[in-house]
């Protein structure tokens, strides 16, 4: 993030004052997340010049804006109230609080191209270079590019994708290379899927990102951050309501267990987030 002449804060939480995006106490990630959409996502779409043809090869664009109030790996569905040795609530709600984990991300831009060489068209382009980058660099304090290959297991109906678990997931380092993992993973909930009509009702749009990023410094599309992760799958529902019945159903418990077999038990985490359709074809 950036101070108001333009530089690099070196201490975000020490320079708060000096910070370019502001520093309302209490309100930052909403003011973040208002902005993301409201005005960032208009900017990032917006063409100046007729000759500028960058965003046509960018087949959708979604930001997936995390939601406290949903489900999470910290505090899964479904949702108990603190009790006493006899099963009856305590009178006061002092010292019962449960503590609160923040996930290690507040959002997600999900970004689709067609093929793999059209990413440097969007990202290369003069618009992109002079006005979105350095906006970036201003609004988020952290980003971590995925590039990914993407594996629709099924596809959703227009508008009926409010909300997406997103869950990163990380491979038993002692059984599988990634392109292992990732074949296993695929062909386990493929199967999950074909044959279980609880899941196939229930979620509206279900996707798997296999990270083709490197693993080691130096190798193409490397991100020190997202290079552990193995893949993240998207599960898209028509309310947050169908998320956390889904999240309680003997079929989720079953494509839990097919995943335990092949993934590093503590390696990823789940939030719940809200989408917003920025583009879509």
């Known amino acids: 993030m950036l101070n108001k002449l333009g530089e690099p804060l070196s201490d975000v939480e020490a320079q708060k004052a000096e910070n370019a995006f502001g520093n309302e106490e209490g309100i930052n990630f909403e003011k973040w997340s208002e902005y993301w959409r409201k005005v960032h996502g208009p900017r990032f779409t917006y063409v100046e010049a007729p000759d500028d043809k960058s965003l046509a ?17 910290d505090f899964p569905a479904p949702y108990e109230p603190p ?3 006899d099963n009856r609530l305590f009178p006061t709600v002092i010292g019962h609080i449960p503590q609160y984990r923040r996930p290690a991300w507040d959002g997600a831009a999900y ?3 067609e093929h793999r060489v059209e990413i440097p068209v969007l990202f290369s382009s003069a618009r992109v270079i002079e006005k979105i980058l350095p906006e970036d660099r201003v609004i988020f304090r952290d980003i971590a590019p995925m590039i990914a290959d993407q594996f629709i297991l099924k596809e959703g109906k227009k508008d009926d994708e409010a909300v997406t678990l997103i869950k990163t997931h990380v491979r038993a380092q002692t059984m599988l290379d990634r392109d292992a993992f990732q074949s296993r993973w695929l062909k386990a909930n493929a199967a999950l899927f074909q044959r279980s009509p609880e899941i196939f009702s229930t979620v509206s749009r279900y996707v798997q990102l296999h990270n083709a990023g490197g693993t080691k410094p130096g190798e193409h599309f490397f991100d020190p951050d997202m290079s552990v992760i193995d893949g993240i799958s998207l599960t898209s529902f028509s309310t947050v309501a169908s998320l956390e019945r889904f999240l309680t159903s003997n079929a989720y418990h ?3 267990e097919a995943e335990a077999a092949i993934s590093e038990p503590s390696g990823g985490e789940f939030w719940t987030a809200i989408n917003f359709s920025v583009i879509q074809d």
């Open 57 to 73: 090869v960018l087949k959708r664009y979604d930001q997936l804006h995390r939601l406290p109030a949903g489900p999470s790996s």
């Open 83 to 85: 009790l006493d040795a």
């Open 111 to 113: 970004l689709v191209f």
């Open 254 to 256: 079953e494509l839990l």
